[in-house]
């Protein structure tokens, strides 16, 4: 059954703030630093790496404690690629703007298109092979 567009537009909306603005301002504006005087660019990499890293962990640590039926997507390393190039594209723009909008907007475009368009919500129901 294709769900009415007034579903789809309430079910983007709420993915604008969960999981796109909640996980930019935690693994972007919290572990971040700006670039400037306070940081120097070593310690903008290496945070950055750090917040790539947990970005990343975080997608099976989610499914193991959240949502046991879509532990098999969250640990899939095909998944979990995207997710660090998504994190990647994110952190780039987070860094370059100085803002968290443009970051939030990428994540949300992408989780958007693959849960309304490309089947992630049937993915997170059950497992994947």
């Known amino acids: ?18 999981p796109a603005l ?5 693994f972007r504006v919290l572990l971040l630093p700006m670039p400037g005087p306070a940081a120097s660019r070593r310690q903008i990499v290496l945070w950055a790496g750090v917040s790539l890293a947990t970005f990343v962990a ?6 193991w404690l959240f949502r046991p039926a879509a532990l098999p997507l ?7 690629v995207l997710a660090g ?4 594209a994110c952190t780039a723009t987070y860094l370059t703007s100085r803002s968290v909008w443009p970051a939030t907007i990428i994540h949300w ?7 309304l368009c490309l089947g992630g919500q049937q993915a997170l129901s059950g497992p994947v092979s």
């Open 1 to 18: 059954m294709i769900a009415p567009w007034w579903h789809k537009a309430g079910i983007a909306a709420a993915l604008l703030f969960k």
């Open 22 to 26: 909640l996980e930019e301002l935690f």
């Open 58 to 63: 975080w997608h099976p640590i989610n499914g």
């Open 74 to 80: 969250f640990a899939n390393p095909v998944f979990l």
């Open 85 to 88: 190039l998504l994190g990647t």
């Open 109 to 115: 475009l992408a989780v958007s298109v693959w849960i």
